[in-house]
């Protein structure tokens, strides 16, 4: 495998970390009032950021309109209390935030006005149109214990080659020398690294990469939890969510991940000089562009996603040059 400069990763975001330093989030809304102008769900990669807005996005009489709902926790959530088509399983993920959403919408019952996405979707087709609205980079990496076989400096060549299952890299069934991880189906995450190195959702499940597995200890893999890793495993991680959770920002489930260098570029506290990023988003009904809620909220550079770059530079994301664009659309 290439190595690369030591450009050691990890200790270069503990000292950028001296810089952070917020308290945890509360997970989904809480207080005043119920329920929220905008319900979103969807991806866990953003949640943090969002949930930190849930306080601090508010109309001119101080109200708050952010009603953000985690995609972990309680089986269900109620997003509008009291009306029983809103109390819903969950929605855990990209692919089952813009699910909930389209439905909601389909329905016209008033219970979710937007998604959490962290990759863009635009072949997917949707029931319902929609707008996919940047507000932050991201960076994706990948993660390896401490004490790893697999070197924390690789070339993106190196670890296509290892997601291809490369007998060179991985060596041969059943027992291969890199246990390549990947998050549950539905995961932003999971979607964008396939793209990255080079594979598709149809061919993971079809079991064409037999190296590649989804589940720890039988349970589907959660994205950024890094206490799936043992010595010899491999999974893609976000550099923001390694930065939130190095500073308990949110929750710290990192376990023993160290983050790896690919290319010679060091991840950084904002991502955007990193080799592999992409754009986070909030999915909204394209027909409520022009609503002057959902423009005050979440369209163009004036809005109020837009205009929090201290919180979005809290969770580790850095400012999207392009933030409340509605040029990318179903």
Not at 117 to 145: E, G, M, N
Not at 233 to 245: D, L, R
């Amino acid at each position: 495998m290439t190595r690369k400069r030591n450009l050691i990763a990890a200790a270069a975001l503990g000292l950028l970390a001296t810089a952070i330093s917020v308290s945890a989030a509360t997970a989904d809304p809480s207080g005043p009032p119920t329920p929220r102008a905008l319900n979103g769900v969807g991806s866990d990669t953003i949640q943090g950021v969002e949930d930190a807005l849930n306080s601090t996005i508010t109309d001119a009489g101080g109200n708050k309109l952010l009603g953000s709902w985690d995609a972990t926790g309680s089986a269900t959530i109620s997003t509008v209390p009291g009306t029983a088509a809103c109390t819903i399983t969950r929605p855990n993920g990209s692919n089952a935030g813009r699910d909930a959403l389209e439905l909601s919408l389909q329905a016209n019952d008033g219970c979710l006005q937007y998604a959490r996405s962290s990759k863009l979707d635009l072949t997917r087709p949707a029931a319902v149109p929609l707008t996919y609205v940047p507000f932050a980079i991201d960076a994706v990496t990948y993660a390896v214990t401490g004490n790893s076989s697999v070197p924390r400096q690789l070339a993106l060549t190196d670890i296509q080659a290892i997601y291809h299952c490369d007998a060179n890299y991985v060596g041969t069934g059943p027992n291969y020398s890199i246990k390549v991880l990947l998050p549950q189906a539905g995961s932003g995450t999971r979607g964008f690294w396939e793209s990255t190195v080079g594979i598709t959702e149809t061919d993971v499940s079809q079991g064409h990469y037999p190296c590649i597995s989804d589940k720890f200890n039988g349970n589907p893999i959660e994205e950024h939890d890094g206490r799936v890793l043992g010595a010899s495993s491999i999974v893609p991680f976000s550099i923001a969510q390694y930065i939130a959770q190095s500073t308990n920002t949110i929750t710290d489930h990192r376990g023993q991940a160290v983050l790896g260098t690919i290319d010679g570029l060091t991840p950084t506290v904002e991502n955007a000089g990193f080799g592999v990023t992409r754009e986070v988003y909030n999915v909204i009904p394209s027909s409520k562009v022009g609503d002057p809620t959902y423009q005050s909220v979440f369209v163009g550079p004036t809005s109020k996603f837009c205009t929090s770059t201290t919180t979005i530079n809290q969770y580790g994301f850095a400012v999207d040059p392009n933030c409340g664009s509605t040029s990318s659309h179903t």
